[in-house]
């Protein structure tokens, strides 16, 4: 467990760029250098993680500690990856600082973006090359890559998943000779226990709302993670309008630009925003906010955990999991282009920096923090 929270506390210290920038982090730690997952339940993780709601990368990231050393390998693995956001932006909230004005900071964010950049472009080139095998799931990977970028909300990200699960089912109806293993029809349920706790907090707290300020501001940042898909970009949106006549609008723009700065997922706004509702008591309201727009996503994972286990292994939907897997290439595509190559490279010299970057990361085994050293000494002389 001390392993676990060692091993993301560190990830979480400079885990720049978003949840697909924290995917090629995790492969590239956990699979290919410490041999925690095998890329085959790494690929599964992943495309799970892209069917429920909440932060897909924090929820990787507890499957990751989970597959190590059970649940306290889960919660170590969301401490030691959450924590360093956290307490960034629970001191900002506090302090009301805007230090993203420090030369110094800029700095470290560009190179970060930069190593972002390296980082994602080397975890899509690895899952391609093990998920897209025929014309098939190439064409998957390229149509969803396609759809998501020029689409925008949840419809845009999930649709394409879902299309590429039923096709694949679909296909793999016609084909005659699949041989079914015992048991397989038997059914596929999840953790029924989880998923209640789920729902009664789901149904429960909005009638303890009005009982307890701390219990109104638990209520409102769980129902947020409840539903949303896509990452911290979109919980922004869908908890402005429920915090409404608790926290100005300079609150929330102060709370997504010191998301952007931060390391680690983006859903640790809710730090922020949970410190500058509560102002008396700025870190329990912090806490408060974090661990209620996090526990929902935590709680669907392990719910669903042992139905896509089943699923993964059944020989009817094998199809269906290689096509998703090819859709989920596509989506992490997408967001290596927008928003992590766009708003990373911004001249030649860039360009130059991040394909050397790549070359030592893929072909000297170059360490990742040794990368963010020579990105700094870079952006500091350019």
Not at 177 to 196: D, T
Not at 256 to 273: E, I, N, R
Request: proline fraction near 4%.
């Amino acid at each position: 467990m001390f392993t676990v929270l060692w091993r993301f506390f560190v990830l979480g210290l400079y885990s720049f760029g978003g949840p697909a920038a924290h995917i090629g982090y995790f492969q590239r730690e956990f699979v290919d250098n410490r041999k925690w997952l095998t890329d085959q339940d790494f690929t599964h993780a992943v495309a799970l993680c892209q069917f429920l709601p909440g932060p897909a990368s924090s929820q990787l990231g507890m499957y990751i500690g989970y597959k190590k050393a059970s649940y306290l390998g889960a919660a170590a693995a969301f401490v030691g990856f959450t924590f360093p956001s956290f307490l960034i932006l629970t001191l900002l909230a506090i302090g009301n600082q805007q230090y993203s004005d420090l030369a110094l900071i800029d700095t470290i964010i560009q190179a970060a973006k930069l190593l972002a950049v390296v980082v994602v472009a080397d975890a899509l080139w690895g899952m391609a090359k093990k998920n897209l095998t025929s014309k098939l799931t190439f064409s998957v990977a390229c149509l969803t890559a396609v759809g998501v970028y020029f689409s925008t909300g949840l419809t845009g990200q999930i649709f394409p998943i879902i299309c590429s699960a039923l096709i694949g089912f679909l296909l793999s109806l016609k084909n005659e000779q699949v041989q079914r293993r015992p048991n397989e029809n038997a059914l596929i349920r999840p953790n029924i226990m989880v998923l209640g706790f789920f729902a009664v907090l789901l149904l429960v707290m909005p009638m303890l709302a009005g009982q307890s300020e701390l219990f109104g501001l638990f209520n409102i940042f769980y129902q947020a993670g409840s539903f949303v898909f896509g990452g911290g970009h979109v919980v922004l949106p869908l908890l402005e309008p429920m915090l409404d006549g608790m926290l100005d609008q300079d609150s929330f723009l102060s709370a997504y630009s010191s998301a952007q700065l931060v390391p680690g997922p983006m859903f640790t706004m809710a730090s922020y925003l949970g410190a500058s509702s509560l102002t008396d008591s700025p870190v329990l309201g912090s806490l408060i906010a974090t661990i209620a727009v996090f526990l929902p996503g935590s709680l669907l994972l392990f719910a669903f955990l042992p139905a896509w286990n089943a699923l993964v292994s059944h020989s009817r939907l094998k199809a269906s999991i290689i096509l998703v897997n090819a859709s989920v290439v596509g989506l992490l595509a997408s967001a290596f282009v927008k928003p992590v190559l766009l708003t990373s490279v911004g001249s030649v010299f860039d360009v130059v920096a991040v394909v050397a970057g790549y070359l030592l990361l893929k072909y000297r085994n170059c360490p990742v923090w040794l990368l963010i050293v020579l990105f700094c000494g870079y952006k500091l002389f350019i």
